[in-house]
């Protein structure tokens, strides 16, 4: 049987995307990412219940994606970035230095992408936890 003659909810456009990873310290992807970058809080938990892990879900107000990053107090896990683990927004404009300057400000790391593709049309800079941020000047369509 081919995929497309599977009966099921269908992958679309518009769906709802969530990215989850653990974070070492939730303020300071706060800090990056709300403070810097200029995403929302969209929701937020510290309560520390056993068995439950705090967070943070961060995104743009009203999109169709969000982060989630968390943390598990008594289990604490460690991100484990590589160098092609990238979250990319396409600009469609130069990237602002003042951008970059606040993201490195806030705890980024300016780095050289390991895809030289991104350092042609872009800027890259590690999150506090290591994850790659890539700023590209180009639209999605070019």
């Not at 679309?12 to 990412?33: C, K, Q, W």
């Not at 809080?41 to 439950?52: A, K, M, Y």
């Not at 289990?75 to 993201?103: I, N, Q, S």
Request: proline content about 8%; hydrophobic content about 40%; some cysteine.
């Amino acid at each position: 049987m081919n995929q497309s003659s599977q009966q099921g909810p269908a992958v679309t456009a518009g769906m709802r995307v969530r990215i989850a990873r653990p974070s070492r310290d939730l303020a300071a992807v706060e800090r990056f990412y709300v403070g810097a970058l200029g995403l929302d809080v969209l929701w937020r938990t510290e309560e520390s219940v056993p068995g439950e892990h705090d967070l943070l879900m961060a995104g743009p107000a009203g999109g169709t994606w969000h982060f989630e990053f968390t943390r598990d107090p008594l289990k604490p896990l460690d991100p484990t970035p590589t160098v092609d683990d990238l979250f990319v927004l396409y600009l469609a404009g130069p990237v602002e230095d003042a951008l970059v300057d606040r993201l490195i400000a806030a705890g980024g790391t300016r780095v050289p992408a390991h895809n030289a593709y991104w350092d042609q049309y872009g800027v890259t800079v590690a999150d506090p936890d290591g994850y790659r941020l890539v700023l590209c000047s180009r639209s999605w369509n070019s």
